[in-house]
């Protein structure tokens, strides 16, 4: 079981758009979250808007079964968190149940499917996605996101409140990237 001990919220802080966040801390230290594990990508990069111009993008990571231990651990220390100080972030005592109800879990899960991970990541600006190949050189993004296996180094940065919901950032900073084989396995062509 992971150790949350040292993790903490800040007061919440509203920017000039009125969003409301609050900067989570491992200690004084940004919590940084590197994966041993390499997870899939079901479905390519996207945003809310479809923007093909836009930066800012969510991507769904398939996380193998230590993966989805870890972050219902950190769910459930969340809620936790969240219950016990809600006043202080809510300016309202809720129960647990309630913060259930208003709280966006990590992990997304639909019927039978693995846990999905919610991610985001810039693809330009200085806060950029890194992209690293198995031989630990800098490169471009996958061109098949879906044939491709990437290791994340997640910055679990933040939670978001907007109305009565909520919910964790996590923030692809590098992602070590294993593409899949594009060799023929059938060698040449058959004479017959």
């Known amino acids: 079981m992971a150790t949350f001990s040292n993790w ?34 079901p479905f390519p990069p996207s945003n809310f808007d479809k923007d093909p111009a836009a930066t800012r993008l ?24 969240l219950t016990t100080h809600a006043e202080r972030l809510f300016s309202k005592p809720l129960s647990a149940e309630q913060v259930r109800e208003s709280y966006h879990p990590t992990l997304r899960r639909q019927g039978d499917y693995p846990a999905l991970l919610r991610t985001k990541f810039d693809s330009s600006g200085r806060r950029a996605c890194k992209f690293w190949s198995v031989d630990q050189q800098a490169r471009g993004p996958p061109e098949d996101w879906r044939s491709s296996e990437v290791r994340p180094q997640l910055h679990i940065s933040h939670l978001w409140i907007m109305g009565r919901e909520c919910g964790l950032v996590l923030n692809a900073e590098a992602l070590l990237v294993q593409e899949a084989s594009t060799f023929c396995p059938f060698g040449s062509p058959s004479p017959f």
């Open 58 to 81: 969510n991507l769904e990571l398939r996380v193998p079964p230590a993966l989805e231990v870890f972050f219902d651990e950190v769910d459930a220390w969340a809620i936790a968190y």
């Open 8 to 41: 903490s919220l800040a007061d919440v802080h509203v920017n000039a758009k009125g969003a409301k966040t609050c900067q989570l801390l491992d200690g004084a230290a940004r919590m940084l979250y590197t994966s041993e594990v390499y997870c899939t990508v």
